[in-house]
């Protein structure tokens, strides 16, 4: 797993992400969400956690107010949320797709979401382990999650 991570980590690094950049996850529990979640914080990243049972307006509140560059997604309902808000989202770039393990030789590495790039998970693995160098894990403290209330009420809130 930690191999994993770092891998991940460097795949991030090579698509151009950043210390202090956010990095949302919109998945059900599954291996691959802490996965993600590790090599975001591994780098300096912070985490952007959504409900699955968000609506598409509450995500593009949460992902704009967040100022989110990247999103990892899984499953079909979530990724049509996303195509459905993603052009209201302009500091959106780069969606990575954790449907499909780091074994499954039938899934597409790379493809689109509406007008965004997709990669997935498979894909960023390889490009982490083909990149030249080493990513150094940060080492002092910072924001590493961002949670949003789940906007019952109103809109969503956030939580540091």
């Known amino acids: 797993m930690g ?46 956690p959504l409900y699955l049972t968000s609506q598409p307006n509450d995500l593009a509140y949460i992902l704009k107010d967040a100022g989110v560059m990247f999103l990892a ?39 689109r979401l509406g007008h965004l790039p997709s990669l997935s998970l498979k894909g960023l693995l390889a490009r982490g382990e083909q990149a030249a160098g080493t990513t150094q894990p940060v080492s002092h403290p910072h924001l590493a999650t961002i949670i949003y209330t789940s906007g019952t009420t109103a809109c969503p809130k956030t939580s540091c």
Not at 18 to 43: F, H, K, M, T, V
Not at 82 to 106: C, F, K
Request: aromatic fraction near 4%; hydrophobic fraction near 40%.
């Open 3 to 48: 191999e994993q991570i770092v891998h991940a980590a460097k795949g991030l690094t090579a698509l151009g992400f950043q210390p202090g950049e956010r990095l949302a996850i919109l998945a059900d529990n599954r291996p691959e969400w802490p996965l993600i979640d590790l090599a975001c914080l591994y780098l300096g990243g912070v985490n952007v």
């Open 73 to 111: 997604v899984a499953g079909d309902d979530q990724r049509k949320k996303i195509e459905q808000i993603a052009v209201q989202v302009p500091t959106l770039s780069q969606v990575i797709n954790l449907d499909h393990g780091p074994d499954d030789a039938s899934s597409p590495q790379e493809g």
